[in-house]
């Protein structure tokens, strides 16, 4: 067992309370008063992943930077609806990490906490620990002492995502490999027993790794999920041009002995290319996925470059791998806040097959804010939701009027909203955790406004 891992207790900041609100889209009353709170410490935070937990509860996870600008660890932690949270565990690589980067997280099917990321050992290496939640102690069931790396050939390399299969266990990690002889990034994809061992019957040796373009040119995973016959979707973006004028949305699909699947999409890989305005070459960075668990569809979110800034993006995918055409007329969606960026970094579909995405807009200058948004079945802002479809949540915790709060990821707790991300805290631009659930009115399918909140469950991931 290693012993490098501690608990830390924080302090919390309550944001001033607002006012009762009800209405879809509103910050939340029954989660910390008015529905935000932030989460006080030292050092750096960097928010990667928010999960609704087995508990009913809410989980933070990423990276912490403990003020010392060189090390690095992972970190979670847990946080109820108005009670401090009980701790921080933070957790240090053994054996010659200098540093531990965890960029994914999720809960496998008993229950236990999963962190994917890298550990720095000369060079990175693909790195996981798995915790038995809600206890901050390394699950010794899991390769042994709890903790996985693996050094693939080449030298640079980490997860950048996780997802686990709800029957057998078995999880699969993706994220990006460089030879150090080499200039490129290429996808990795991985799956991983339930007790820590690579899956021989994937791609025989348990990992692959992806030249997405067959060019010579950068891709990266964002996230992985299994669907339904045990294949396994890895989705990320594409470099094309190698100097940084053009990318595209990636998504892979691979059978369950990991060879490309050439029923979607007839050969297993396709792009999307938004390519707004000229010239027509742009940058589209995909960050989330998750599936329609009533039809299979698949949905993707990211950010399309412009000619004025990055612009909310979604795509939603029919099982062969075209775009909907029942979505927004042609599968995609785009949408400018003027001339702010507003990459999606999350999406999930709710029980009437909404579509709900969550991020940040960054304004020009040094002000940027959490957004959420609901789309209809069909691919329009849902004017019942926030503002014309859209919710804005400001923290401006900082020493100026107007700071930085960036949303980095989503959940769905109990039918509700949770977007989780960095909040700027003083002049030295150091970010702690900020949380924000938004309210919902739970009528369901049949308009009662009555019934388990099973159907509200965010379908991220496996299915």
């Known amino acids: 067992m290693c012993s490098r891992m501690k608990f830390v207790v924080p302090m919390l900041v309550s944001l001033l309370s607002g006012p009762l609100l009800a209405a879809d889209g509103d910050l939340d009353p029954g989660f910390w008063s008015d529905g935000r709170v932030v989460l006080t410490g030292t050092g750096d935070y960097e928010v990667k992943a928010v999960l ?33 949270p009980p701790s921080v565990c933070t957790f240090e690589p053994p054996g010659a990490a200098t540093q531990g980067r965890a960029e994914a997280a999720t809960f496998d099917t008993s229950g236990r906490l999963l962190l994917a990321g890298s550990a720095l050992s000369d060079f990175n ?50 994220g990006f490999q460089k030879d150090v002889l080499s200039t490129e990034y290429d996808m990795v ?18 990992w692959l790794t992806l030249d997405f373009a067959d060019a010579g040119y950068d891709d990266f995973v964002a996230r992985v999920a299994f669907d339904h016959a045990g294949g396994l979707f890895a989705v990320g973006t594409t470099d094309y041009a190698g100097d940084g004028t053009d990318a595209d949305w990636a998504i892979a699909k691979f ?81 400018a806040f003027g001339n702010a960026s507003s990459p999606a970094r999350e999406v999930a579909v709710d029980g009437l097959g909404r579509t709900l995405v969550a991020g ?13 948004m609901r789309y209809s079945a069909t691919g329009e802002p849902d004017p019942t939701f926030g503002f014309g479809g859209l919710s804005l949540v400001s923290f401006d915790a900082g020493p100026d009027d107007h700071d930085n709060d960036y949303g980095w990821d989503m959940a769905i707790q109990t039918g509700r909203v949770v977007v989780a991300g960095g909040v700027e805290v003083n002049a030295a631009a150091d970010y702690r955790v900020g949380l924000a659930r938004l309210d919902v009115e739970l009528i369901f399918a049949d308009g009662f406004a009555s019934g388990g909140v099973s159907l509200w469950s965010s379908s991220t991931g496996a299915l």
């Open 189 to 206: 994809v991985a799956v991983v027993s339930d007790s820590g061992s690579l899956y021989s019957g994937f791609s025989v040796n348990g």
């Open 125 to 174: 290496r693909l790195a996981m620990a798995r915790f038995s939640y809600p206890d901050c102690v390394l699950d010794e069931g899991f390769n042994v002492d709890g903790y996985w790396n693996v050094d693939l050939p080449g030298g640079i390399e980490s997860l950048t995502a996780i997802a686990v299969h709800p029957t057998n266990g078995r999880i699969a990690v993706g």
């Open 52 to 84: 609704a937990a087995p508990d009913g509860r809410v989980v933070v996870a990423g990276t912490h930077d403990p003020g010392n600008g060189v090390l690095e660890w992972f970190w979670w932690t847990v946080a109820g609806s108005g009670s401090p």
């Open 255 to 335: 059978d369950s002995s990991g060879a490309l699947d050439p029923a979607f999409d007839g050969n297993g890989i396709r792009a999307i290319a938004f390519d707004l305005g000229a010239p027509d070459y742009r940058l589209d960075t995909l960050f989330g996925l998750a599936f329609d668990a009533s039809s299979g569809k698949l949905l993707l979110a990211g950010e399309a470059q412009s000619t004025v800034g990055y612009s909310l993006a979604i795509a939603r995918l029919l099982p062969s791998g075209a775009l909907d055409p029942t979505f927004s007329d042609d599968g995609k969606v785009d949408l």
């Open 360 to 372: 940040y807009l960054k304004y020009p200058g040094d002000d940027a804010d959490f957004f959420s």
